[in-house]
């Protein structure tokens, strides 16, 4: 019988529910979602279930990272659930492959494990895309008021840095200048577990409550 490539991380299934909670709150009951940086594929299967209504596509610029997605994908049997993309955000026109307007753009745990190249990319890319009232929804660690948040995202960042010295935890309020530049608001900050955050941004205009 042969392996299935479906790649299944901890850390995914530890923070899967805290954000299904926000994601309640925030996403329309329809319309297109998109998923940058989709890792496993664990948590964008996991929202499509949830949210039946919205269509949902994931990606990755990873190639085994897309298989895995894929074999969510394909065991999920989701009809709201699209194959991967191949979506780098460091490219300046990334988001031309994606067709239409988004009303949301999702990414998780990603731009403290990239250069911030990739960060100003997401951001851009995702004010392009989406209409108004849609939201782009980031999670992950971030440093506050130019802090650190605990000792343990310190010596988090201190072995990003070494891993790779365009990698660390960003700047809450650097991650929101760069927002407001895309025509994208701050709109809601939550705490999440193991000191991460959820930062909800939203473009201006009429769209779903």
Known sequence: MTESPARSAPAAERNREPILAILHDILPASGKALEIASGTGQHIAAFAAAFPGLSWQPS????????????????????????????????AAWNGAVPGLLDAVLCINMIHIAPWEACEGLIRGAGALLGPGGLLYLYGPYRRENRHTAPSNESFDGWLRGQNEAWGVRDLEAVADTASGAG?????????????????????????P
């Open 60 to 91: 990755d610029p990873d190639p085994a990272s897309r298989d895995s997605i894929a074999a969510w994908v394909a065991e999920s049997g989701l009809a709201n659930l699209a194959p991967p993309l191949t979506l780098d955000t460091r490219e």
């Open 184 to 208: 994208l608001t701050l709109e809601e900050t939550h705490p999440m577990p193991a000191n991460n955050f959820s930062l909800i941004f939203r473009r201006a205009g009429a769209g779903h």
